[in-house]
T-cell receptor
Framework: GAGVSQTPSNKVTEKGKYVELRCDPI?????LYWYRQSLGQGPEFLIY????????DSGLPNDRFFAVRPEGSVSTLKIQRTERGDSAMYLC??????????FGPGTRLTVL | DQQVKQNSPSLSVQEGRISILNCDYT??????FLWYKKYPAEGPTFLIS?????DKNEDGRFTVFLNKSAKHLSLHIVPSQPGDSAVYFC???????????FGTGTRLKVLA
């Protein structure tokens, strides 16, 4: 596989609830990325981690979105007060040996 | 303003024939380009990439062509197989960032 696992594969929640999406890359990769793909669109960049720190979070849509990577491996994307417009596929990617990013299977989030 | 465009939302090709998927970009700073393939409910799978110092890269049945003056790249698949049926995304980045900018995708259907 791509060396990235994501859990859960599907998450259904109600408007206003809090959700956490997890990304677990194989060890040894300091760079980790989150993207969001809405229906009919390509993936859109959210945030990039280099080790434990967020090197660039310019893609996060608003302050309801937050991501952490406390030990430099597993990362969690957190969404507060979810809205229906947050429904999308959330993708995590690790950096390969070259400049290529390899994506996990994604988490399909549905906000009712 | 969309920096990476895939103007054909869908394409149908007979098995054994060549599939040509096109992508245009506007940012002259882009220097690394990739093609990903995506099946429903899965993450994008890396297919092939090309650096701006090249104009062609080949990997098996897949060839990517880059025309920098026209800001255009294309993916050729030959011969096309039914298993190639998927959505194909082109992506671009520049050396100063690690964010990929994706097009909106082209759905390829290879008819048996």
């Amino acid at each position: 596989g791509a060396g990235v696992s994501q859990t859960p594969s599907n998450k259904v929640t109600e408007k206003g609830k809090y959700v956490e999406l997890r990304c677990d890359p194989i060890s040894g990769h300091t760079a980790l990325y989150w993207y969001r793909q809405s229906l009919g669109q390509g993936p859109e960049f959210l945030i990039y981690f280099q080790g434990t720190g967020a090197a660039d979070d310019s893609g996060l849509p608003n302050d309801r979105f937050f991501a952490v990577r406390p030990e430099g491996s597993v990362s969690t994307l957190k969404i507060q007060r979810t809205e229906r417009g947050d429904s999308a596929m959330y993708l995590c990617a690790r950096h390969g040996v070259t400049d290529t990013q390899y994506f996990g299977p994604g988490t399909r989030l549905t906000v009712l | 303003d969309q920096q990476v465009k895939q103007n054909s939302p869908s394409l149908s090709v007979q098995e054994g024939r060549i599939s040509i998927l096109n992508c245009d970009y506007t940012n002259s700073m882009f220097d690394y380009f990739l093609w990903y393939k995506k099946y429903p409910a899965e993450g994008p799978t890396f297919l092939i990439s090309i650096s701006s110092i090249k104009d062609k890269n080949e990997d098996g049945r897949f060839t990517v062509f880059l025309n920098k003056s026209a800001k255009h790249l294309s993916l050729h698949i030959v011969p096309s197989q039914p298993g190639d049926s998927a959505v194909y995304f082109c992506a671009a980045s520049d050396a100063g960032t690690y964010k990929y900018i994706f097009g909106t995708g082209t759905r390829l259907k290879v008819l048996a």
